[in-house]
């Protein structure tokens, strides 16, 4: 159990930018890949980008391409999702997730695969047109 907490959400205009965090008080955090993902009122929790263990290697949905970047800082046990040029339809509530999957095989998962233990509470975003 990682214990994740997200953190950054708030309300930006459309075209914005914000910077969601994932801390973790575990270094084994630094062990797994990091995924975000993201959940509107009645739908499923769909993915947003995933990042490996090590950084080296990235995975995003279609949509977020060229406009949100997924890092992490190991010293911080932290991970990051800058999101630029936000659109309405961007907004959701954001949780991050850790998994030992790598971000590819992430992307094609279903949230519910992944322990509810390994997830944070999810911080809102919302984009305003």
């Known amino acids: 159990q990682v214990q994740l907490v997200e953190s950054g959400g708030g309300l930006v205009q459309a075209g914005g930018s914000l910077r969601l965090s994932c801390a973790s008080p575990r270094r084994s955090f630094n062990s797994y890949s990091m995924a975000w993902f993201r959940q509107v009122p009645g739908k499923e929790r769909e993915f947003v980008a995933a990042?490996?263990?090590?950084?080296?290697?990235?995975s995003y949905t279609d949509s977020v391409k060229g406009r949100f970047k997924i890092s992490r800082d190991f010293a911080k046990n932290t991970g990051y999702l800058q999101m630029d040029s936000l659109k309405p339809e961007d907004t959701a509530i954001y949780f991050c997730a850790a998994d030992p999957s790598d971000p590819q095989a992430l992307r094609l998962m279903s949230p519910r695969d992944i322990p509810s233990e390994d997830w944070g509470q999810g911080t809102q975003v919302t984009v305003s047109s």
């Open positions: 990042i490996s263990w090590n950084g080296g290697s990235s």
